[in-house]
């Protein structure tokens, strides 16, 4: 299976610090993508990062991918209460038409 | 801009009884459309994918089915609903070419079996 495994499976903060996601996957990839889910909401894509990338930025986003070991982080800066929610990520299939997700990471942010 | 539609919201369904769950994508052509199945706590599982109309891929075998008459509409039915089928089911939709592989999805669909 090509799908995804996050860690940790659940994460509890205080706001204002940092949360740190990270995201294994099984089979080579053209792009890793990190996906938010509010609880009972649909999931809302945050950020891509391609395979020739090692970093990038959003906001208060940083995501870094390695490809020689098959993993990539999600890192929030300055959490807040609003950031709490289900983060995942997904990888593309080769022909791009299928997507695979992991099991998610769980941050409570406490204000 | 595009927007997607999931409905009903929440549903409540006896054991034996048949389900019709429809997504609809207004603003975009040609999307590839998804079903995915999320249980409570977990990851996201998909169902079943379309690259066009009347083109369903299934993934994982199962008691449910999915068509696609029309260009931007999905829908997910089954015969006889079983307990196992209760949950969170996403529509999602992406760009063919856009080569950026992001997926919208929609707000979702809450499935109790009884």
């Known amino acids: 299976s090509q799908q995804g495994e996050e860690d940790p499976q659940a994460l509890s903060i205080q706001e204002g610090e940092n949360a740190t996601m990270n995201c294994s996957y099984k089979?080579?990839?053209?792009?890793l993508q990190w996906y938010r889910q509010n609880s009972g909401r649909g999931l809302v894509h945050l950020i891509l990062?391609?395979?020739?990338?090692r970093e990038k930025h959003s906001g208060r986003l940083r995501v870094t991918l390695d490809t020689s070991k098959k993993s990539s982080s999600l890192l929030i800066t300055a959490s807040r209460a609003a950031d709490t929610a289900s983060y995942f990520c997904?990888?593309?299939?080769?022909?791009?038409?299928?997507?695979?997700f992991g099991t998610g990471t769980s941050l409570t942010v406490i204000p | 801009s595009q927007t997607i539609h999931q409905w009903p919201a929440t549903l409540v369904q006896p054991v034996g009884s048949p389900l019709s769950l429809e997504c609809t994508v207004e603003?975009?052509?040609?999307?590839?459309l998804y079903w995915y199945r999320q249980a409570a706590g977990r990851g996201l599982q998909l169902l079943f994918y379309?690259?066009?109309?009347?083109?369903i891929s299934s993934e994982v075998p199962q008691n449910l089915s999915a068509s696609r008459p029309q260009d931007r509409q999905f829908i997910l039915s089954s015969k006889k609903l079983l307990l196992s089928d209760s949950g969170f089911y996403l529509c999602?939709?992406?760009?063919?070419?856009?080569?950026?592989?992001?997926?919208?999805f929609g707000p979702g669909t809450r499935l109790t079996v009884l």
């Open positions: 089979t080579s990839i053209n792009n």
């Open positions: 997904a990888t593309p299939s080769n022909t791009g038409n299928q997507f695979y």
């Open positions: 999602a939709w992406s760009a063919l070419a856009s080569g950026r592989g992001e997926q919208f």
């Open positions: 603003g975009t052509s040609n999307p590839n």
């Open positions: 990062i391609r395979s020739n990338e």
């Open positions: 379309s690259v066009g109309i009347g083109q």
